[in-house]
């Protein structure tokens, strides 16, 4: 038996419902107040009806399920299909992340400014490869000062002496 696919637009006080007949496809649209919409579900046959997600969806769908006017149904297949690409396109970029974090480690381990940066405690391997890379030659810095400033850490460097 085929079920009558119905689409209710929730409001606060008019209800738009639309339905296609499955045997004929005939679309029919009524306008229900409030207090006759489980009357209208109660006196048609299961059907599976489609919401909109908004707050008070959760609460409709509740009371026409408790009043078994609707049918359960998640669109199964289709929701599983969606959600097995999905996580095949996760698998395939955690796998992506791992080939560059490889790289980068690799990179890190040949390079001497980030293996002594990567010693710093709490200094990490992307915190020291980024630095290394923002940078360059930490010797176009007089100081650490200015290098502080040069990341953002303090505000920028005007002092007077040369020697900061």
């Given at each position: 038996m085929k079920r009558t696919t119905i689409g209710l637009d929730l409001?606060?006080?008019?209800?738009?419902?639309?339905?296609?007949?499955?045997?004929?496809?005939e679309i029919t649209r009524q306008t229900l107040k409030r207090s006759q919409v489980l009357r209208?579900?109660?006196?048609?046959?299961?059907?599976?009806?489609?919401?909109?997600?908004?707050?008070?969806?959760?609460?409709r769908a509740r009371e026409l399920l408790a009043e078994e006017c609707v049918?359960?149904?998640?669109?199964?297949g289709a929701l599983r299909g969606a959600l097995?690409?999905?996580?095949?396109?996760?698998?395939?970029?955690?796998?992506?992340?791992?080939?560059?974090?490889?790289?980068?480690?690799?990179?890190?381990?040949?390079?001497?400014?980030?293996?002594r940066i990567g010693e710093i405690p709490g200094v990490g391997l992307?915190?020291?490869?980024?630095?290394?890379?923002?940078?360059?030659?930490?010797?176009?810095?007089r100081s650490g000062r200015?290098?502080?400033?040069f990341v953002g850490l303090v505000p920028r460097q005007s002092g007077t002496s040369l020697l900061c």
């Open positions: 409001a606060q006080r008019i209800f738009q419902v639309h339905s296609v007949d499955p045997d004929s496809g209208y579900f109660a006196n048609r046959a299961a059907s599976v009806v489609a919401m909109e997600a908004c707050s008070s969806s959760q609460y049918v359960p149904e998640l669109l199964r097995r690409g999905q996580i095949e396109q996760i698998r395939a970029l955690s796998e992506q992340i791992k080939a560059l974090e490889r790289q980068i480690s690799s990179w890190q381990r040949r390079a001497e400014d980030c293996r992307l915190t020291a490869t980024a630095t290394v890379a923002t940078i360059g030659d930490a010797r176009s810095f200015e290098f502080a400033a």
